[in-house]
Each structure stands twice: as structure tokens, then as C-alpha cells.
């Protein structure tokens, strides 16, 4: 199966399909990410908050694939703030991955009420001229934390977000796209706590003999959005690369977008409330 890369703007090239690793524990990382990387997938995203770095270093290490064939992200949790404390966060992720460097950092959560964030951005921009990373970027920097970002002068690569049919983040989604910020979508299937089988998702899957999840799927890759579907099963990761394979009609993209509930869809926190 072949996932779709996408143009970052910092010239670098990601694929649209990732194997998003929240709530799988250190001890099961490295099988779950072992199956992940059979299935076909390339690109692993984890953080430091998930505690399974550890895991997901030894199945990059153990898959027999070049180091330049994964893409890695991983992310700074809130109580790394500063420009030492950053970097050395990112250094610790580096170690408990066991590689010299990260394709892409996110810092996870602007967390408002940890004070300013243009310190710890510009720290972490000279870590990326230093080779740490290839990419930098953010995460849950919804339209009212962009600003602060953009005014230093440095446009982040990437902005992952919540994201699926009920809760569409509009705002957020223009004012990356403005930048040519790309939209990551985490939540991407609504967690498996929206009923999206039945419905108009539903009818559409039926149309198109794919399974809900796979028309959602669909609809953020044709949107130019990078995925991050999370599946314990090999069965159902490989269901979610295959989602690469089908192309909605524009009339279908419509009846997904049409969807939006605005902040009633919110499945997680809402980022000026988290700290
Ligand atoms: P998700 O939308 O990927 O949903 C995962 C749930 O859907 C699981 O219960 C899984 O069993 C189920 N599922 C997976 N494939 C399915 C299929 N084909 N059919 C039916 N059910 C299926 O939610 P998520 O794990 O919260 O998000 C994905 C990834 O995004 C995470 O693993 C993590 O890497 C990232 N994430 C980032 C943040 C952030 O703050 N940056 C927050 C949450 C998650």
C-alpha cells in the first residue's frame, strides 16, 4: 500500500498517513510499532507524555529499514518551558528514542499559563539548525496561539490538532493555511467515542464497500491533511493505510463538511485551559 507524501514548507516531504502511538504502553510500543512498520506505514508519531519513546526507538531499530525511511515525530511536553529546559527535553527524547535526531517536534500544547512561548521557540529552532530535528513545529496551537508564534518570525512546519467530522477547527485550519502551516489531524477517526458508522458516513462507506473509519480517512487526505489514526490491531492499521485508496466525490466531501458542530465536537481538552 502507498501513503502520499506532502510538501512541508520547510522543503521537507511527510507522509500523508501516520501510526499515531497515545495510551500504548512502553512494554507493548515496540510489537505495535513492529506491526505498524509491516503494515507499510513510514511515518510514527509519539511524544514524551505517552512514556513509550523507549518502545518506539527499539522497533525502529529492530525493523531492518533505514533510519531515512521512518519519519518520527515526537513532542515536548507542557512543563518544558525556557530555552535550556527545551532543549534539553528534546535531548531527552532523543536519548530514549536512541536516534540522533527527530523528523519533526512538536511542542504539544501552548499552555498558556506556563508563560510566554517565544523563548523556548527560538531555543528550539537553533536545535533544528543544529540537526536535531528536520522539521519543527506545534501542536493544539489553535487560531488565539498562532500569533504569538508567527510574531517571532519563525512559521512553524506543521500544527496538530483535534480534528475529525463533528469537530472541523475552521478558524485554525485557515489560519495555518494562510502560513502554509500543514494540518495534522489527531483524533482523526473521533477516537472512537462519535458514532460516525451510522449516518451519512455510513451511507457513503456503503457506496464506496469501505468502512467508516476509511471514508473519514479519506476525506482529511484529500483536504491535503496529514493523519494519525491509532490501531492495536494489524488488521485495522492496514484498513487505515488502505484508506489512501479511495476518492470522494466533491458531493460527498460536502455532506463530511457539513458535519461540523463547532466546540460541542471537542473530544480533549481545550487548549487555553490546559497547563
Ligand atoms: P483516533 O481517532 O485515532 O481513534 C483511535 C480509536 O479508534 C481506538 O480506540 C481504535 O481502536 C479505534 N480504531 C482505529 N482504527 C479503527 C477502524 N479502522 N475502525 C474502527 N475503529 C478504529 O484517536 P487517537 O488515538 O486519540 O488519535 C490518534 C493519534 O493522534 C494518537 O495516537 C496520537 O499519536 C495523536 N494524538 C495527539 C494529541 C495531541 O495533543 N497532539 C492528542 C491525542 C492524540
Redesign the pocket.
Known amino acids: 500500500m502507498s501513503v502520499p507524501n506532502i510538501a512541508l514548507n520547510d522543503g521537507t516531504s511527510i507522509p500523508q498517513i ?7 504502553p512502553n512494554e507493548d510500543a515496540e510489537r505495535r510499532v513492529l506491526d505498524a512498520l509491516e503494515a507499510g506505514y513510514r511515518h510514527i ?3 514524551a ?2 512514556k513509550n519513546e523507549e518502545g518506539v526507538g527499539r522497533a525502529i531499530a529492530r525493523s531492518g529499514l533505514a533510519r531515512e525511511e521512518i519519519w518520527v515525530t515526537t ?1 515536548m511536553w507542557n512543563d518544558r518551558r525556557g530555552a535550556e529546559d527545551s532543549r534539553r527535553a528534546l535531548d531527552e527524547s532523543l536519548e530514549r528514542l536512541g536516534l540522533d535526531y527527530v523528523d519533526l517536534y ?1 511542542i ?2 501552548p499552555a498558556p499559563a506556563n508563560g510566554p512561548i517565544a523563548e523556548t521557540w527560538e531555543a528550539l529552532n537553533t536545535a533544528k539548525a543544529e540537526g536535531k530535528m528536520r522539521s519543527l513545529g506545534v ?2 496551537f489553535d487560531y488565539r496561539f498562532l500569533p504569538e508564534l508567527l510574531d517571532t518570525g519563525i512559521i512553524p512546519s506543521v500544527n ?3 480534528l ?1 467530522p463533528t469537530f472541523q477547527q475552521p478558524e485554525t485550519v485557515k489560519a495555518s493555511g494562510e502560513r502554509d502551516i500543514a494540518i ?9 467515542k462519535v458514532d460516525y ?1 451510522s449516518g451519512i458516513i455510513g451511507d457513503i462507506a456503503a457506496q464506496h464497500g469501505a ?4 471514508v473519514i480517512l479519506a476525506w482529511h487526505l484529500q483536504k491535503q491533511r496529514v ?7 494489524p488488521e ?2 492496514a ?2 493505510l488502505a484508506a489512501a485508496s479511495i476518492t470522494l466525490s466533491d458531493d460527498q466531501i460536502a455532506e463530511i463538511d457539513a458535519l461540523d458542530t463547532g466546540d460541542a465536537g471537542r ?3 481545550n487548549p487555553a485551559e490546559l497547563s
Open positions: 501516520g501510526f499515531g502511538t497515545y495510551k500504548i508519531d509519539t511524544a507524555l505517552y513532542k512538536l504539544h500544547w501542536s493544539n496538530q490538532i483535534e475529525h495534522e489531524a489527531w483524533g482523526p477517526i473521533g477516537q472512537g458508522a468502512s467508516w473509519a476509511q493523519v494519525l489514526p491509532k490501531s492495536s490491531t485495522r492499521m484498513e487505515n473530544l480533549g481538552p
